[in-house]
């Protein structure tokens, strides 16, 4: 089926906002990054704008992701069937560790926080729902991604790999044979890949097939003991099985 090119156009311009988090951006860059006229978007985006799926500043000459975007996002939350099951654990892993614990599920190259609970010695606390991270380089990814194998697999592993820090791995014979350890030992790890200082291990959660949410924890290496590491994945292991065990017997209630 042939792509509708303004449909297309207006997918990317929101996902480009949406990235950018918050932060301003003018119509020449939107245009360079995006290779479209400035006055071709200049009339999308006062489109978008009147419908509150984009926002300026009080100048009128900068922009940034509107209202709507929330809303599509929330009923998203709000309909997602796994989402409350899975929090219920998070809420418990979180009671038990005081660690930053993540819901996240894969979408292309990346993955997606669907669910966030932070630590509590952490001063500044952001919110991590809707954020996307590249798959290779996160324990949530890595989890998910292990599932896969071959032609399942190279959809998610973008050419264009960059590192997040030193430790990211963008060979790819070097992240096959970290997967193929996820695989051996049940869970992944991400040792200061995506961010230097904070070790983070991470499940998948295989209620669908094929594979695409996992949970995983989050700590600064600072705090981290042989002991307590060995504590967390066994906490997150068992998690996963009962949260799979509730999702199949809900499943095979005809509920889901």
């Known amino acids: 089926m042939r792509e509708v090119k303004s449909a297309a156009r207006t997918v990317e311009l929101l996902e480009r906002l949406a990235v950018l988090q918050n932060r301003p951006t003018s119509i020449r860059e939107l245009s360079e990054a995006m290779n479209v006229p400035r006055s071709s978007l200049h009339a999308l985006l006062r489109t978008l704008a009147r419908h509150g799926w984009v926002r300026s500043d ?27 099951i899975v929090q219920t654990f998070l809420h418990e892993l979180h009671e038990e560790f005081d660690e930053t614990f993540h819901f996240g599920r894969l979408d292309g190259f990346d993955i997606v926080y669907l669910a966030t609970l932070k630590s509590s010695r952490y001063s500044r606390q952001l919110n991590r729902v809707g954020r996307r991270l590249p798959a290779f ?54 040792n200061e890949e995506n961010t230097l200082g904070l070790k983070c291990f991470a499940v998948a959660l295989p209620y669908t097939d094929p594979t695409s949410d996992a949970i995983s924890v989050s700590l600064p290496l600072a705090r981290l003991t042989p002991q307590l590491e060995e504590q967390i994945v066994a906490a997150l292991r068992l998690s996963e099985r009962n949260i799979c065990n509730i999702v199949r017997s809900i499943k095979d209630a005809a509920w889901l």
């Open 58 to 84: 009080s100048s009128g000459s900068m922009y940034m992701i509107g209202i709507r975007a929330l809303l599509a996002g929330t009923s998203y939350l709000d309909a997602d069937p796994y989402l409350p």
């Open 137 to 190: 380089a996160t324990s949530l990814g890595k989890a998910v991604l292990a599932e896969r194998s071959g032609a399942d697999l190279d959809p998610h592993l973008s050419p264009d790999a960059l590192p997040l820090t030193p430790q990211t791995l963008t060979v790819r014979a070097d992240l096959d044979a970290d997967l193929e350890q996820t695989r051996s030992r049940g869970y992944a790890i991400d």
